[in-house]
């Protein structure tokens, strides 16, 4: 691994630890050169997933933006970086292996807005305001009493 501080490629691995589904591995590195320590992930490659757009158009499936609107909807949350990865993860593991390679876009909001709801509530209503594309807080009212009647 390149240092991202010196560019140096030697390195040495403090600390390994799978995600909960071991799909995961998250690795502390050390620099031998500066010293600063980073943190790399490690992960299965898979063939290259495509998302049917509702449109019907297909798009090449980009993990870095599944986990970025995970993040955003987890901003100041007490959820951590390896809950995030192990989520998206696990949403990516089952769309997989029940669309193939070709997962509808709904199907991956859908199973995250379910996934977020059991993670962390106030997560999940920020996720379903942008996914489900509120227009007033009338909206996010109703959501928000969906999630105490449940």
């Known amino acids: 691994m390149r240092c991202p501080k010196c560019g140096?490629?030697?390195d040495k691995v403090i600390d390994s630890r799978a995600s909960e589904d071991g799909g995961v591995i998250r690795?502390?590195?050390e620099c031998l050169n500066c010293g600063t320590r980073f943190t790399?992930?490690?992960?299965?490659h898979r063939e290259q997933l495509r998302v049917q757009k509702r449109d019907g158009s297909f798009q090449d499936f980009d993990r870095a933006k599944l986990v970025g609107g995970i993040q955003k909807a987890c901003g100041k949350r007490p959820i951590s970086t390896e809950q995030i990865e192990a989520l998206a993860e696990r949403v990516i593991n089952e769309l997989e292996n029940e669309f193939g390679k070709e997962i509808p876009s709904r199907e991956i909001g859908e199973r995250l807005m379910r996934y977020l709801r059991e993670l962390d509530e106030v997560a999940y209503v920020r996720?379903?305001?942008v996914y489900r594309q509120f227009r007033d807080?009338?909206?996010f009212i109703r959501e928000i009493q969906n999630l105490g009647k449940k």
């Not at 790399?40 to 299965?44: G, P, Q």
């Open 40 to 44: 790399t992930y490690e992960e299965i």
């Open 137 to 139: 807080t009338g909206e």
């Open 8 to 10: 140096n490629l030697e």
């Open 127 to 129: 996720f379903a305001s």
């Open 27 to 29: 690795r502390r590195r």
